[in-house]
């Protein structure tokens, strides 16, 4: 048995006779398209081809599609190719690759490159008028939720809300504690470090307090709470949408965003104000342990000019914006699970996009606020 | 086809496979001939497809030996083996990210060189071969029909003509006339290709229509094996309860 591949083409007068030899299967696909490719000239000056097929040792569809290939090109221009010596074994595979591919398909006219950015930008205006619907029916949607709560308390689902709150209030403490600490400590040693050239040392505690109190503490907490617990949202709920748990919910005369959505959002509207308030005291010390170890500022000192640098009004300012954010990151957490269609692939996209649009709004939200507050003069 | 060396496809000797305290296939033993349709029934839970997924090396065994075309099977990934057999799991498995034809090319594309020209003219003809048309090729896998998904299965199942397959219940979750044509494929995809198929199934008219020999795994062994007349005939226990309960008796009774 021969373990390469052949194919001897041997002309006589205007006829051809090919003789394939040996195995052709996939294994050996590379070789076998160099060999039918090499007889393709002789094909096409021929009159008449002959296939002989006895020679063949080991034939799958690959290799009986290469073939049958060869006797369409033959037969294209008028020639058909005879077939002789077809082992019983494989007349069938050959007969069966005889049917496919018969259709051509008709190729995708090339878009316009013009038209296609057109199209695309027709499509994201379309897309983002269809973000702020759905963004607007689910802040709709929570609204009734609550009002129904309102209306009977006793339809809280107070284990769900309980649940939610320890995953993403208590169990977020640690890591917003880190990173708050750490960043009040950049911001300290930043303003120690550059307000020392002009002898403003001490205004460093103003700006410490200041900034996190007023920004900073409820702004990082926010994108960290989006990073963290919406993107848990958007994957469990994109989940549950992949397995029909949701539809299994409507079905059972539920309403998914009484269930699911409305314990989630309020969870997070209680946590994050209280994890904004852990977060800015953990600055707030990160900022004192710098102005000690660096800024040789004692913490008597330290906490006698925070006393004097804000007031209860910068306090407010954070924290007020806090339950909005919460608001803002849990309504596209929610929607963008529910968006969720059947495939892995889904499911990923949405959590980015959730991720993405979440820490997008809440920034644009702070900017927001920030000219609100400047306008009332707090 | 290469020139059977030996009978069988698919050797099993004394196979040992547990999770834990629990022991789902206890010393198992079990021979699939070239060129046959074996079916593999049992108890849901049972062991059939621990019992496949140990054959084709994604659960570590205990003890015993698996041997597949005469090559011990040792259970480290090995990209040769991709030519060897062709899975269709259940619920179709196919990447969710890619066509449907880009499907079909992906075990071709990582393991042969060929162009891409050809690569779509094989998977169009594996699309064909299994009942599907070339225009379902630009799907994505999430707008298939349950039907549909497990053809494209099978088409990449095949699409390097391995000399095994095997099928993680096919028909289940098909309606009655998509499963008979599910069968009535195999049935020729395995006499043109000449498939050994290996079909972990409960489906009896399957079992019945398309499998030259049926296996029956209780307690962790194979209890009976041999053409479905036999196995009709077999005294075990649980192999009783299984083609003779209510509901076998009146597909049987409906089936003469």
Redo the contacts between chains.
Sequence with gaps: ?NSEPLLLATPSGDALELRPEG?W???N??KL?TLSRSVGVDVDRSRAVTLDMSGIS?????GA??LE?LSRKAASSGRPAEIVGVAD?FS??L???R???R?T?APAAAPNPVLLRLSDLGKSTVGAREDVAIFLQMLGALFMAVIGIVRRPRSLRLTSLVYQLNRIGFQAIPIVVLITFLIGAIIAQQGFFHFRRFGAESYTVDMVGILVLRELGVLIVAIMVAGRSGSAYTAELGSMKMREEIDALSTMGLDPVDVLILPRVAALVIALPILAFIGSIAALYGGGLVAQFYGDMGPAIYIARLHEAISVTHFEVGILKAPFMALVIGIVACSEGLRV??????LGRQTTTSVVKSIFLVIVLDGLFAIFFASIGM | ???PQDEFAIRVHDLVVGFGRQTVLDHLSLDVRRGEILGLVGASGGGKSVLMRTIIGLIPRRSGTIEVMGRPIDGAHDRSRA?IWGILFQQGALF??LTVRQNVQFP?REN????QE?MD??A???L??VGL???DGDK???ELSGGMTKRVALARA?A??PPILFLDEPTSGLDPIAAGDFDALIRTLQ????LTVFMVTHDLASLTTVCDRVAALADGRIVAIGPMRELLQSEHPWVRAYFHGKRSQMLQHEMR
């Excluded at chain 1, 080991?58 to 690959?62: E, H, P, S, V, Y």
């Excluded at chain 2, 006499?191 to 000449?194: A, S």
């Design positions: 048995m195995p299967i996939a294994a696909v590379a398209e080991a034939l799958d569809t690959l599609w290469i290939k074994h069938g595979l007969e069966e690759v049917q496919v591919n259709h398909l269609k059947g495939s892995a692939e889904s | 086809m290469p020139e030519a969710s990210s071709l042969l060189l060929l162009s050809l003219e094989i169009i003809a594996k064909e071969m048309r070339a225009q994505y896998p999430s095949l390097l003509d006499k043109t290709l000449g």
